[in-house]
């Protein structure tokens, strides 16, 4: 029969050994709990980095991804095409020019832009170096017309615009400059056989010396240079220049003729590799 509240409770008291091993019975043992809270821990962490990661640049793969943004933009040059890329330059040269470039895209690049600097130089304003230098990067198919072509640019009238003589030299204490740095190269078209580089470039181009009429001034140009695969290696078939893009000048006092002259002097120029 049910009991009532008002009867007296009984409490039964274990033996000390056998309480504890009543107590313990029901928990689980502390040794396994840890361990299944640090591979909660653990597992946890992995996750976060998985996720703060899974966005991030992979150093070794090319930049640029597929996605419609890129694709919208496929007509304009990934950073990654026009950023320098480090080829090893060639070590042979003709006449003091480059030669023996690769077979290739940026082989032509390369050879594009030295030829740029060869014919940016103070020598194609006399004659015989003139004749030397298109001789050595010209196709020997279409010399005689580059040369003709050249001989008609560089006229007496021509290099006396620039305060130079008949044979292209300058007056006596004055140093005539002529240099041409290519800024980048782009390729316009591109087969085993032929291909078309534009070189943006800027130049130096004037008398400097105390009585120069002429200073040394800098500017900002484009050549378009077409070139032929020989068989082993680019050569030179025509060529075009147009103005600029040129940047805003910059906000710094001009050399004196004096530091120009010694910089020309002192400053030796390079191969250029794409």
């Not at 709990?33 to 992979?58: E, M, P, Q």
């Not at 330059?89 to 030295?114: E, K, L, M, R």
């Not at 004037?206 to 050569?235: C, H, I, Y």
């Not at 030179?236 to 805003?248: E, I, M």
Request: aromatic content about 6%.
């Amino acid at each position: 029969m049910p009991l009532s509240d008002d009867q007296p409770h009984t409490r039964t008291r274990l033996p000390v050994a056998e309480q504890s091993a009543h107590q313990l019975s029901g928990r689980q043992p502390r040794p396994v709990r840890t361990l299944l809270t640090v591979l909660g821990v653990v597992t946890l962490l992995v996750l976060a980095i998985s996720f703060a990661n899974r966005d991030k640049a992979d150093p070794g793969r090319p930049t640029g991804g597929t996605g419609s943004a890129d694709r919208a933009g496929a007509a304009t040059p990934a950073p990654a095409d026009t950023a320098a890329t480090g080829q090893q330059p060639v070590t042979t040269a003709t006449n003091g020019i480059a030669g023996g470039f690769p077979h290739s895209d940026q082989g032509a690049q390369s050879a594009a832009a030295n030829y740029a600097v060869a014919l940016g130089s103070a020598d194609m304003f006399r004659t015989d170096p003139r004749h030397t230098i298109v001789t050595t990067l010209a196709d020997p198919t279409v010399l005689p017309q580059l040369q003709s072509r050249l001989d008609q640019a560089f006229t007496p009238e021509t290099t006396a615009r620039f305060g130079l003589d008949a044979q292209g030299k300058a007056p006596k204490g004055l140093t005539f400059v002529s240099r041409t740095t290519p800024v980048g190269t782009k390729t316009v078209n591109f087969s085993d056989t032929g291909t078309r580089i534009e070189v943006w470039c800027t130049g130096l181009l004037g008398l400097a010396g105390q009585s120069s009429t002429l200073p040394v001034s800098e500017n900002w140009f484009t050549l378009t240079l077409t070139m032929r695969w020989t068989g082993s290696d680019w050569k030179l078939t025509d060529y075009s220049r147009k103005a600029g893009p040129a940047p805003v000048p910059g906000d710094q006092q001009a050399a004196t003729s004096e530091e120009i002259t010694g910089a020309v002097q002192q400053f030796g120029g390079f191969r250029y590799a794409r």
